[in-house]
C-alpha cells in the first residue's frame, strides 16, 4: 500500500510540474537587468537606495537628476530581498516620460533600451521590437564615440536576446558578436563595459547551449564567469544556472546539481523566477541519477514558488499596460480638448477591447474545431482497409493528366504493400529520406514508386510523405502528454524536418493550425482527461 502511495505521488508531481513549466518559461539569454550599471550594490543596499532616492524626489532638482534617481529605483526594486517587477516597470516608464519631456536622445536611447529589455525579462515579446527601434532610431542621432559604441554594444545584445527568442540562436550569435567588436572599439572598460562585455561572452554561451555546442557553450559561459563585476554581483547566478544546463546536456548530473546547489545555499540568492528554472532543472537531474527523495523534494518546491512568481509577473505587465495607455490618454489629451478627447480615447479602448476579446474567441473556437476535427480524421485513418478496398482502383479524377505508360500490376501490388508496412513503421521520419532511397529500399524504380503514389494516395511524393510526418508526430502530442513540454524546433527534428520554419508551413497546410496552437488544444484535452 505504501508503494502505491509513493507512486501515485511521484506521478501527480511529474505531471503537476510539467504543466506548470510554461509559467515558468523565460529563455536564459535575456537575464539583464535594466539600470543595472547604475547601482553599486557593494556600497549600499537596495533597500537604502530605494529610501535615500525617495527622499531626493522630494527635493528641488533638475529633471536629468529626477531620471538618474528614477533608473536607479527600477534597477533597486529588482535587488530588494522580495523583488518587484510592478514597481521596477513604473520606474522605467516614469524616467521614459522626464526623457520625452526633455527630449534628450541619449536619455531617450538608454531608457528605450531599458523598457525593451525590461520586456525581454517579462516574457512580452511583442514590446521588445518596437522600443529597441526606438532607441536605434536616437542612437542613430549620436556622433561616433565612446558612448554611441557603448549603447550600439548594448543594443546588439537586445536584438540578438529578440532573435534568441524566436530560435534563431545562429543569428542571435551574430549580434553578440557585433555587441563585442563595439565595445572593443573603446578599448579599456570601464564599469559599464564590464558588465557589457559579461552580457555579451553569457548570451554567446547560452546561444551555443541552444545549439547543442556545449564545448563552445561552456567556453564563453566561463569567460562570463571569470569577468569580476563588484556592481552585480547576481548576475553570477545566471551564469551558473547555464553552465548547469550544458553540464546536464553533457550528462554530468552531478556536476550541474552541484552547480545549482552552491547559489541555492547562498543567502544573498532571492530571484524566486531564477530559483524556479533552478529547481526545474534539479528535478531533471534528479530524476536521470534515479535520486527520488531529491526529485521530490525539488518537485514540491517548485509546485510552492509557482504562485509567487506568476503573481509578481502579471503585476508588473499589468503595470506597463497601465503606463503605456495612461501616456497614451496624456498625448491624445495635450493636443486637443481635454474632456472631449479623453472620452473618445477611453471609448476607443473599451471598443478596441472588446473587438480583439471577440476575435481572440472567434479564432480559438475556429482553431478548437479544426483541431478536433483534425484529430477525428487522424483516429479514422488508424482503421484498417479490408482487403478487398485496397485491390479496388481508384477511380480518376476530372483534369488529372494519366500517366504515359502502365504500371505492371504485379509491381503496383507489391509497392502498395510495401507502402503499407512503410507507413507503420514511421521510417518516414528520416529526414533524408527521397523518393530514389525509397524505392532503393522497395526494390523497384522511382518512377514506379512515385506514379503508384499520385494514383492511389493522390499526391506528389514529398505531399504523401510530409502528411505521413504531420500526423505521426500530431499523433505523438496526442497521446503522450510529454511531447507538450517539447519545443516546436524539437518537434521538427522528431518528425523528420531538418527546418523549423518549413514544419511550421507544413504543420498548418496539413492540420489547419499552427503547431503552438495545436500544443494549447491539445494541453486543454490532457488536462481535461
Do not use: W
Amino acid at each position: 500500500m505504501n508503494k502505491n502511495l509513493t507512486l501515485n505521488r511521484l506521478v501527480l508531481i511529474f505531471f503537476t510540474v510539467f504543466t506548470i513549466s510554461f509559467c515558468f518559461g523565460q529563455k536564459q539569454n535575456q537575464e539583464d537587468l535594466p539600470g543595472s550599471e547604475t547601482l553599486d550594490k557593494s556600497k549600499i543596499s537596495p533597500e537604502q537606495i530605494i529610501e535615500q532616492s525617495l527622499k531626493k524626489l522630494e527635493q528641488p532638482i533638475s529633471d536629468e537628476e529626477k531620471y538618474e534617481v528614477r533608473m536607479k529605483m527600477a534597477d533597486a526594486y529588482l535587488k530588494i530581498k522580495k523583488p518587484d517587477f510592478a514597481k521596477s516597470t513604473e520606474m522605467l516608464f516614469k524616467a521614459k516620460e522626464i526623457a520625452e519631456k526633455l527630449d534628450n536622445t541619449k536619455l531617450k536611447a538608454k531608457i528605450y533600451g531599458s523598457i525593451a529589455n525590461q520586456y525581454s525579462f517579462l516574457n512580452f515579446p511583442e514590446k521588445i521590437k518596437p522600443y529597441l527601434d526606438l532607441s536605434k532610431q536616437e542612437l542613430d542621432k549620436f556622433p561616433n564615440g565612446y558612448e554611441k559604441n557603448y549603447l550600439t554594444a548594448r543594443l546588439f545584445i537586445e536584438y540578438g536576446n529578440l532573435k534568441a527568442d524566436n530560435e534563431n540562436f545562429i543569428d542571435a550569435k551574430k549580434d553578440y558578436q557585433q555587441a563585442l567588436k563595439f565595445l572593443q572599439r573603446n578599448g579599456t572598460f570601464n564599469k559599464k563595459d564590464i558588465f557589457q562585455y559579461r552580457r555579451a561572452f553569457y548570451n554567446m554561451g547560452v546561444s551555443y547551449a541552444y545549439l547543442k555546442q556545449n564545448d563552445s557553450a561552456q567556453y564563453f559561459l566561463n569567460k562570463a564567469l571569470a569577468i569580476r563585476d563588484n556592481e552585480n554581483k547576481e548576475f553570477k547566478y545566471f551564469i551558473y544556472n547555464n553552465l548547469a544546463k550544458v553540464y546536464a546536456a553533457k550528462n554530468e548530473h552531478q556536476r550541474a546539481i552541484n552547480s545549482l546547489e552552491t547559489v541555492l545555499k547562498e543567502d544573498a540568492f532571492k530571484d524566486n523566477r531564477l530559483k524556479a528554472d533552478m529547481y526545474k532543472k534539479l528535478i531533471a537531474s534528479y530524476k536521470a541519477l534515479n535520486i527520488h527523495d531529491k526529485y521530490i523534494e525539488y518537485s514540491e518546491k517548485l509546485l510552492a514558488l509557482e504562485p509567487d512568481v506568476k503573481e509578481n509577473n502579471l503585476k508588473a505587465i499589468n503595470t506597463a499596460v497601465s503606463e503605456e495607455q495612461k501616456n497614451l490618454l496624456e498625448k491624445i489629451s495635450d493636443k486637443e480638448n481635454h474632456n472631449n478627447f479623453l472620452i473618445i480615447g477611453c471609448g476607443l479602448l473599451v471598443l478596441i477591447g472588446g473587438m480583439s476579446i471577440f476575435y481572440i474567441n472567434h479564432k480559438r473556437k475556429k482553431e478548437k474545431i479544426l483541431y478536433q476535427n483534425f484529430i477525428a480524421n487522424l483516429e479514422k485513418q488508424e482503421v484498417k482497409e479490408t482487403p478487398e478496398s485496397k485491390e479496388i482502383i481508384q477511380p480518376e479524377i476530372e483534369g488529372k493528366e494519366k500517366p504515359s505508360f502502365s504500371i505492371p500490376s504485379s509491381a503496383e501490388s507489391n509497392i502498395l504493400e510495401k507502402l503499407d508496412k512503410f507507413e507503420e513503421s514511421a521510417k518516414f521520419t528520416n529526414s533524408k529520406l527521397t523518393v530514389a532511397s525509397l524505392a532503393v529500399m522497395f526494390k523497384t524504380n522511382p518512377t514506379y514508386l512515385s506514379e503508384t503514389i499520385k494514383k492511389h494516395k493522390e499526391k506528389n511524393f514529398n505531399q504523401y510523405l510530409n502528411e505521413l510526418r504531420i500526423n505521426y508526430i500530431c499523433k505523438q502530442i496526442n497521446e503522450r502528454p510529454e511531447f507538450l513540454n517539447y519545443k516546436i524546433s524539437y518537434l521538427a527534428e522528431e518528425a523528420g524536418f531538418s527546418s523549423h520554419s518549413s514544419f511550421t508551413t507544413i504543420f498548418k497546410s496539413v492540420t489547419g493550425i499552427s503547431p503552438s496552437v495545436f500544443l494549447r488544444e491539445a494541453e486543454k484535452k490532457h488536462r481535461n482527461v
